[in-house]
């Protein structure tokens, strides 16, 4: 009986892929110019077998919304969407014109100081880093860009 169950943890072991494990690199923060909303770019690897969503990034300093880009007729337009994928074995990059995190809510006095990020996922666990504010960032895409 012993050997039956030893046997069957190792079958359940090999069945089941490494779940999704996510990091975060190169993380980029900008203030907005004049008033826009502070913009984050970066890139998530997940080394995992199984993709994930980031579900969520919370500040305790400000609001973040997860932003893409879509075409309309021929124009570019952002929507704030619910979840980003995290291929399995691959990345999500956050970048210019693509998919992006908005800041809202940043108080000015905050915006020299480092913002506390927690990002949150459907399978991984919720990684905090706190992103030191590079140059701002004039994002002509966001001009007059209040949130949703
Ligand atoms: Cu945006």
Redesign the pocket.
Known sequence: MYRFWCALTAFILTAFPVNADVRIEALELRAGIDGRPGIIFGKLTNTGATADRLIRVDSPDARIEM?THEMRGNVMR?RRTDAFLVPADGNLTLKSGHH?L?VFDWALEKQGTPLSLTFKFDESPSISVSASPGKAYKNEE?KG?KGH
Request: net charge neutral; glycine share 0%; aromatic share 0%.
């Open positions: 932003h952002m992006h908005m966001h860009h």
